[in-house]
């Protein structure tokens, strides 16, 4: 069975400094790796995802993730923090074949100080 | 981008009753459509997936008769939670992958909000 592991609960950074969330997956195969994110009371935004290819892939808002196969992570980052980019991060993975549905990580609340 | 669209955002109704949550592919077709849950600061949870014409699959320990699943159409699927209780509140969100393009990547719908008092 497929596993998504974010080992960091909450992370609280200044505006302006750099960023990094942690992810790492257990799957049998290369699977379909995606990263998203929810404010308060809403629902899910895609920021990014990884298909195949650049193992570095540009999302919106700025953020980028970079798929590393030994290590078997997708982790997320942002080079200078956004008041706006407080919220909770998901890490996804779905199959490439056969079952559909996406596996969530556990999240990662981000609080951006002033 | 591909739109799925849930209704309502937000109900509440009281212990004992039934809620129906709609979740709408807008502009595109989806035989198949997922319902997740989620309670509050933790992560989304697939409850069962939802198969034009067919029967839901439902995830182990998903009580199948308290949410019934029915997918009438390429484009609507619904969630009835029955006989709601407060442990039922929780925030349901459904996603859809585009039918016959399988990219790996599902829309998902804004979210719905239940309140049980």
């Known amino acids: 069975a497929q596993s998504v592991t974010q080992p960091d609960i909450h992370i609280t950074v200044s505006e302006g400094a750099s960023l990094e969330l942690r992810c790492y997956y257990s799957y049998g195969a290369t699977p379909y790796l995606f990263w998203y994110v929810q404010s308060p009371g809403q629902g899910l935004q895609l920021l990014l995802k990884y298909f195949s290819g650049d193992t570095l892939v540009q999302g919106i808002k700025g953020f980028e993730a970079e798929f590393k196969r030994s290590q078997s992570s997708f982790n997320l980052r942002k080079p200078s923090v956004h008041w706006s980019d407080a919220a909770e991060y998901f890490c996804a993975v779905g199959a490439r074949t056969g079952r559909r549905a996406l596996t969530f990580g556990s999240g990662t609340r981000l609080q951006v100080q002033p | 981008g591909a739109v799925v669209s849930q209704h309502p955002s937000r109900v509440i109704c009281k212990s004992g009753t039934s809620v129906k949550i709609e979740c709408r592919s807008l502009d595109f077709q989806a035989t198949t459509m997922f319902w997740y849950r989620q309670f509050p600061k933790q992560s989304l949870m697939l409850m069962a997936t939802?198969?034009?014409?067919?029967?839901?699959?439902?995830e182990q320990g998903v009580e199948k008769d308290k949410f019934l699943i029915n997918h009438a159409s390429l484009t609507l699927s619904t969630l009835t939670v029955t006989s709601a209780h407060p442990e039922d509140s929780s925030f349901y969100i459904c996603s859809a992958p585009v039918r016959d393009r399988y990219t790996g990547e599902l829309f998902f719908g804004e979210g719905s909000r239940l309140t049980v008092l």
């Open positions: 939802s198969n034009e014409g067919s029967k839901a699959t439902y």
